[in-house]
């Protein structure tokens, strides 16, 4: 039975990392949500693909490690070129669905403040989002944990270990059997599209790009993830002719060993002092 398409968050904390980042940067912020739609692949691939991302869906899987990485680039106006780096690595547990990551995050652009941007360290607990920022230029929180604010429609990629519902991927294509880091895998690809960021107001954003899992063969377990995707709407006069390209990458390290992921016990709200949950 073909998996129905829904609504789907992005890579957790990983678009957020990158993506909230360069609306910081770039003068303007915002919230994303990613869900998958129809890729166009025929009957017999598409029920393949299905039955991969089923077997996924089913594996036993706890927890995982991970490396990341990720770059933001955009030729804007002027001459100028925005390019946002992001090199970490992170851990993910089911349950309870918490994910945590740490990455160093470069512009290597001619927009915006140029060089190290700092340390960027995320914590995702179910609809609870922490960021720490070390080292980061104009930051007051500096090294402080900040709990994030959830939309209130819910439409934000830092939604943690979301990615790995494969139930949610609409038709999605079989590209092969590959071998990643010794592994023999399945690849498989979906098409993605977006919804607006604050969808009632006025600023937009719109994402067109795929999104490219490769899962073992042997344990049905995520091997490698990969989403590549471009950015435009209206949003602080981001528009189609200069739309962010996005690239996210998610490499396995390990599954199941035994991670744990504990939220900070202490923290600050946006403009306040801190606060104990």
């Known amino acids: 039975m073909p998996l129905a398409p829904h609504p789907r968050r992005a890579i957790g904390g990983i678009v957020a990392g990158v993506v909230a980042l360069a609306l910081v940067v770039g003068g303007f912020a915002g919230v994303l949500a990613l869900r998958s739609r129809d890729s166009g692949a025929n009957g017999a691939n598409t029920a393949q693909a299905t039955a991969i991302l089923n077997a996924a869906a089913s594996a036993p899987l706890r927890d995982a ?17 925005y390019k946002i ?10 349950s309870p669905q918490r994910l945590h990551y740490t990455a160093a995050i470069e512009n290597k652009g001619s927009f915006g403040p140029s060089g190290s941007l ?3 360290e995320i914590i995702t607990d179910g609809s609870n989002t922490y960021l720490k920022m070390s080292g980061t230029p104009g930051n007051s929180n500096n090294g402080q944990w900040v709990k994030a604010k959830s939309s209130a429609d819910g439409n934000t990629p830092l939604s943690g270990v979301g990615f790995l519902n494969y139930r949610q991927l609409g038709n999605p294509v079989v590209i092969g059997a590959e071998t990643i880091g010794g592994q023999l895998t399945w690849h498989v690809r979906v ?9 009632t107001q006025s600023s937009s954003v719109r994402i067109t790009g795929t999104e490219d899992l ?22 602080s006069g981001l528009t189609a002719a200069n739309a962010f390209a996005v690239t996210i990458t998610i490499d396995f390290t390990a599954w199941n060993t035994g991670v744990t992921i504990t939220p900070p016990a202490s923290y600050v709200n946006p403009g306040s002092g801190p606060v104990h949950p």
């Open 65 to 81: 490690t991970f490396n990341l990485s990720g770059a933001i680039t955009d030729n804007l106006p002027g001459g100028n070129m």
């Open 118 to 120: 700092g340390i960027e």
């Open 85 to 94: 780096t992001l090199s970490g690595t992170g851990a993910l547990t089911m």
């Open 214 to 235: 490769w899962l073992a063969q042997s344990t049905s377990f995520p091997v490698r993830v990969v989403q590549s995707f471009t950015l435009g709407g209206s949003v």
């Open 191 to 199: 098409a993605l599209a977006s919804k607006d960021i604050y969808p």
